[in-house]
């Protein structure tokens, strides 16, 4: 491997752009309401809206993760930054329901590039455990960009600062990641046959990849629905939604920074059974809650969907290495392309219940929001059923390649 790759700076410049694109899913949830009453839209055309958020992320992942092997990390990141720019500035100067629809597609499609670009740029520098444990690093950037953009849109809302200017928030640190990532060397892939379309492609059509694409759809339903919806569900619950938010994604940022020992005595598959456990009872709890117990309703779904996406992506990545930077992204595409499928009906769950109780969603009341919270639930109970059955299956494997290896370390600039 080169050892003129600064690992640092490159790890830093990936923590930057998933904090760029959790930001932007923060301060959307945060701001969806001021956007429906602006444009007068429905709760389902917000679901739409969302949609292309949620939609434009697998497109630009199915794109890039064979990308990855032709053109490399490193334009795919710029790639990256100048769909969120183009995103964001479309967002601002939206006029209308179309308007948002092409806006926020092209800012789900940076968000996309960025898993493309850095998920299998950060299992190319790291190795063994050391992979599961430092993509767990990565990845508590999203919920810690989420604190940092749910707590930003809170303020920013109370000062009197429009949807506008808190979307341009999110270009601070796009422009950051942006400045790392200029002039670096990227690393080569460290797999062998990894870095062959047609090697992951075989990979890919193995019976427990397909079975974790599946396992993936119903994890990221779980974690992005509840949350993507906290201002309208949880508005009516005796606490403030953009705490809860800031709450739950602030465990999951911590919980995934002490990743490391949690994995290597559990191994993946165990931290996944325990999590749906957690998850499905997170998701019940707050459906049942009100006041002060919906912030520990709130503790318990954090603790459970915390440790979701990052091992997903650490399992492929080390049981089934020669999936390679494909698979890492198909994967990822998976959970977004089923997070997009459901917001449009999440919101038309809220419609419908609205709907029974004689209200219009704008005012739809707390029980509106308990009853969606109650669909919700059946994703985290089936996954319950699907990783005991994985735990059983994988509980004796060792991961596919178990080197410690590193690429030489160079000072943080």
Not at 248 to 271: D, K, Q, S
Not at 303 to 317: Q, R, S
Request: with cysteine.
């Amino acid at each position: 491997m080169d050892l003129t790759v600064n690992r640092s700076r490159l790890f830093n410049a990936s923590c930057f752009a998933i904090i760029t694109t959790a930001m932007a899913f923060a301060i959307r949830a945060g701001v969806l309401t001021q956007l429906g009453a602006e444009f007068n839209l429905t709760a389902k055309e917000l679901g739409y809206v969302n949609q292309m958020a949620f939609l434009g992320f697998p497109i630009a992942m199915i794109f890039g993760g064979p990308l990855y092997n032709v053109i490399g990390p490193k334009r795919i990141a710029w790639v990256a930054f100048a769909t969120h720019v183009l995103g964001l500035v479309l967002t601002i100067t939206a006029s209308g329901f179309w308007s948002l629809l092409i806006s926020t597609f092209f800012v789900g499609f940076g968000n996309g590039t960025v898993e493309a670009a850095c998920n299998p740029l950060v299992t190319d520098m790291y190795s063994g455990n050391q992979t599961t444990k430092m993509l767990n690093r990565l990845h508590m950037w999203f919920p810690g960009g989420i604190v940092i953009g749910s707590l930003l849109s809170k303020f920013m809302t109370q000062a009197g600062l429009g949807w506008q200017l808190q979307i341009g928030a999110i270009l601070i640190p796009a422009v950051i990641y942006a400045g790392l990532f200029l002039g670096q060397q990227f690393p080569a892939s460290k797999v062998e046959g990894a870095s062959s379309t047609g090697e992951n492609l075989r990979s890919m059509a193995s019976p427990l990849y397909l079975f974790m694409l599946v396992c993936m759809a119903l994890t990221a339903v779980s974690e992005f629905g509840p949350e993507q919806w906290i201002d309208p569900i949880m508005k009516n619950a005796g606490a403030d939604p953009m705490i809860i938010l800031a709450l739950v994604t602030g465990l999951m940022a911590v919980g995934r920074f002490f990743a490391g020992p949690i994995v290597h005595r559990l191994n993946p598959t165990g931290v996944l059974w325990g999590s749906s456990i957690m998850a499905a009872l997170g998701v019940y709890l707050m459906g049942n809650a009100t006041g002060g117990m919906v912030y520990l309703s709130a503790i318990v779904f954090a603790i459970g969907v915390c440790y979701f996406w990052p091992t997903m992506l650490g399992f492929v990545a080390e049981y089934i290495p020669k999936a390679g930077a494909f698979g890492l992204s198909i994967m990822g595409g998976m959970g977004m392309f089923a997070t997009s499928i459901f917001q449009p009906i999440i919101g038309g769950w809220l419609d419908e219940e609205a709907s029974k109780r004689g209200l219009t969603a704008e005012t739809a009341d707390l029980a509106t929001g308990q009853a969606t919270l109650g669909h919700m639930v059946i994703f985290p109970l089936v996954l319950i059923v699907a990783f005991g059955i994985l735990w059983f299956v994988m509980r004796n494997r060792k991961p596919a390649h178990a080197d410690e290896t590193l690429i030489a370390e160079q000072p943080q600039l």
